[in-house]
């Protein structure tokens, strides 16, 4: 199984601020034949399902703020918040569907200073 | 509107049975596959099962193996989870998402919680 690692588990950053928001697998989910990352990522708000932000590793679905970005590519990847807003607190969990089992992060839950 | 609504959790006792579904509204199970992740209180998200569109490929957690089985009824829309032999360790909100073959998880329902306790 691909383990997906998260760092911080959470963070604290104040209004206006960048969070970032980092993801490492075990093992590569680039797939080399059409290169493309196998990597997501989720927000969830107490008592919601995640809604997905980000698929693709860097590509933002639709109706989700451009202050969210995502990058990284192989094994490495990263969430960013550009600005973060009141709105963006919540648990955000990266995960690979590069094969199964789909495996995701531990969460990273951002907090305002 | 596009929707899953989840439905059939509760509290069992350990050893019980339960038996999930999932309808879909505004879409289509067709050409999608389907799977079932669960969430314990204040825990992380844990993948259960995925079936394929026309029902022909199924996988499991090892957990859940020859406990759970996953199932599908296109001319319904519903997706459904037959959970036998429940431990505490089920104990959990149950998610049902829709996802591209091979793609990010779209659309998720709402959840159902399951409760196995005596």
């Known amino acids: 199984d691909i383990v997906m690692t998260q760092s911080p588990d959470s963070l604290a950053v104040s209004l206006g601020e960048r969070a970032t928001i980092n993801c490492k697998s075990s093992?590569?989910?680039?797939?080399?034949?059409?290169?493309?990352?196998?990597l997501a990522w989720y927000q969830q708000k107490p008592g919601q399902p995640p809604k997905l932000l980000i698929s693709?590793?860097?590509t933002r679905e639709s109706g989700v703020s451009d202050r969210l970005s995502g990058s990284g590519s192989g094994t490495d990847f990263t969430l960013t918040i550009s600005s973060l807003q009141a709105e963006d607190v919540a648990l955000y969990y990266c995960q690979q569907y590069y094969s199964t089992p789909r495996t995701f992060g531990q969460g990273t839950k951002v907090e305002i200073k | 509107e596009v929707q899953l609504a989840e439905s059939g959790g509760g509290l069992v006792q350990p050893g019980g049975s339960l038996r999930l579904s999932c309808a879909g509204s505004?879409?289509?199970?067709?050409?999608?596959?389907m799977h079932w992740v669960r969430q314990a209180p204040g825990k992380g998200l844990v993948w259960v099962s995925y079936i394929n569109s026309d029902g022909t490929t199924t996988r499991y957690a090892d957990s859940v193996k020859g406990r759970f089985t996953i199932s599908i009824d296109n001319a319904k829309n519903t997706l459904f989870l037959q959970m036998n032999s429940l431990r505490a360790e089920d104990t959990a909100v149950y998610y049902c998402i829709r996802a591209a073959d091979s793609g990010p998880y779209d659309i998720w329902g709402q959840g159902t919680m399951v409760t196995v306790s005596s």
């Open positions: 505004g879409l289509s199970f067709r050409s999608y596959w």
């Open positions: 093992q590569s989910v680039l797939y080399s034949s059409n290169n493309k990352n196998y």
């Open positions: 693709w590793a860097s």
